[in-house]
């Protein structure tokens, strides 16, 4: 990839280096899609094999406890009958009394987890910048919170909106003057080989690079934070009645799944901390 820019910087407009460049994109986001497709495939089995081991712990506990009571209820009736024989009864009485639902639960876990041990995590993996654990840009709101879950905020999105917060609010179009494109990229790297690793607070990175990087990982999103096709919203700017607007932005707001909802009204709150002072002077 590095010979690859390097040629393209000493020949621009060269087509062969233009159309090996565009088949290096298409085969790297490919790559990624297919990584994300098989990490939601494994967020699907974990879930399915979770649901599976509590109802089966369930259904072990309940056989195990109707078993002690029903033999414990045999064993007592017995004992009312028999008139010889009562060291048997009192034998099989211990016996009994030794079953327990917890300490059976216990070794069916242990074999379930033997037999349907957790899927791997699936990483992408860069032939120049190694592995990404971390791999956000361009993965649905609710694929990255199943696999993260917590707060409903994205790891990426909440580190980089905090720092904003902290160092830029008071800079006038934090989020209309672009920084540099290349350290961009380079956060955007950092962060996916560990978003947890990254101190966006150190001066080292530039308040606009980091600005930017919230830019770019709201555009990547496959589904927007707030999904609003061009032709409704066409219909809704044609609505006369403020009210009625209102009333069709709620609405719309409402119906948006709950991931989607946290995060708008997460970034809301964090976009009126920046408008706010402006409306104040």
């Known amino acids: 990839m590095e010979a690859l820019e390097k040629e393209n910087k000493e020949g621009v407009g060269n087509p062969k280096t233009l159309k090996l460049a565009k088949d290096i994109t298409s085969a790297e986001q490919g790559y990624r899609r297919g990584i994300q497709d098989l990490e939601e495939i494994r967020q699907r089995f974990q879930l399915v094999r979770e649901q599976t081991q509590k109802t089966c712990e369930r259904v072990e506990w309940d056989r195990v406890l109707a078993l002690k009571n029903a033999l414990g209820t045999y064993t007592e009736a017995e004992g009312k009958l028999m ?4 060291e048997a009864v009192d ?6 009394e030794c079953m ?6 216990h070794f069916f876990v242990a074999d379930f987890m033997r037999i349907w041990p957790d899927a791997t995590p699936m990483y992408y ?3 120049t910048h190694g592995i990404a654990k971390d791999m956000v840009f361009g993965v ?3 694929t990255l919170l199943r696999a993260h879950p917590g707060s409903g905020i994205p790891a990426v999105l909440y580190k980089c909106v905090r720092a904003v917060e902290a160092r830029g609010l008071d800079k006038e179009g934090i989020y209309r003057v672009s920084g540099k494109h290349s350290d961009v990229l380079e956060l955007k790297l950092r962060v996916e080989k560990d978003v947890h690793s990254v101190n966006l607070e150190d001066e080292s990175w530039d308040v606009h690079v980091i600005a930017g ?4 990982y709201l555009r990547q999103l496959p589904v927007p934070v707030f999904p609003f096709p061009a032709k409704e919203r066409t219909e809704y700017s044609q609505i006369a009645d403020e009210k009625e607007r209102v009333l069709r932005l709620r609405a719309r707001v409402k119906a948006l799944p709950r991931s989607h909802h946290t995060v708008l009204k997460f970034l809301a709150e964090h976009l009126a901390k920046y408008v706010f002072p402006y409306y104040c002077r």
């Open 83 to 86: 008139k010889v024989g009562g």
């Open 91 to 96: 034998r099989c009485s211990i016996f009994v």
């Open 100 to 105: 327990s639902p917890q300490v059976d639960c």
């Open 125 to 127: 993996e860069s032939y």
């Open 140 to 142: 649905p709101l609710e």
């Open 213 to 216: 990087l919230v830019k770019m």
